[in-house]
């Protein structure tokens, strides 16, 4: 029997899948791909007169990024991970100092919307939930300038984002928690919202 590797399976190995008969013609794979496409022929068709008709979209939509805003300050520290974690290299900030509790705060904020590919990274590895992705995605501009948004244009309350912020609250790691371990909470205490809840 032959134990030639290819691709990291033996090819002797009795657990190696084989396709048989109808299988090497692609006869099954085929007539199911036809009936998935002749089962959406015959479903209602949904028309919205864009631009007139906004479409809502739901709260795993991701739109542009933008600033929360909690009491009228964003939550954001400038610890500078988004813009470390950025593929296209679109977020760019400059951070300074308070007397805050928060003691950083980004002074200058800025997301270059031409180069944004609206992936997310930057939500994924915020650890105050400070940028998420907005549901907005219908905007243009006119120069290239007008593409580069600051802060003016970024920060948007808690109270708008919520639907978005319930949805990333429900995606969370869900091993974390008391309900799975017994653990000091104070020894899990990351963010500054962690601290201010204590």
């Known amino acids: 029997m032959s134990t030639e590797v290819k691709h990291g399976v033996s090819r002797g190995d009795k657990k190696e899948r084989s396709l048989h008969g109808g299988g090497k013609l692609y006869i099954p ?3 199911q791909g036809m009936m ?5 022929v015959f479903r209602k068709k949904v028309t919205k007169m864009y631009p007139e008709e906004k479409i809502e979209l739901g709260a795993e939509f991701r739109g542009r990024p933008v600033l929360v805003a909690e009491n009228g300050t964003e939550r954001c520290v400038a610890c500078g991970l988004c813009a470390r974690a ?3 290299l679109a977020i760019s900030m400059q951070a300074s100092e308070t ?3 928060k003691e950083r705060f980004p002074e200058r904020f800025e997301i270059d919307m031409l180069r944004c590919i609206y992936c997310g990274f930057c939500e994924e590895v915020c650890p105050e ?3 998420v992705m907005s549901p907005e995605y219908d905007f243009n501009f006119t120069d290239r300038k007008d593409a580069i948004m600051g802060k003016d244009r970024l920060i948007m309350d808690k109270e ?3 639907p978005r912020l319930d949805f990333l609250a429900k995606k969370r790691n869900a091993n974390y928690g008391e309900e799975q371990y017994t653990y000091d909470p104070a020894n899990n205490y990351h963010t500054l919202r962690n601290r201010k809840d204590s």
Not at 36 to 40: E, R, T
């Open 29 to 31: 794979a085929i007539l």
């Open 36 to 40: 998935f496409s002749i089962k959406h």
């Open 86 to 88: 950025c593929p296209p």
């Open 99 to 101: 007397d805050d509790q």
């Open 129 to 131: 939930e400070a940028i």
């Open 160 to 162: 708008v984002l919520k």
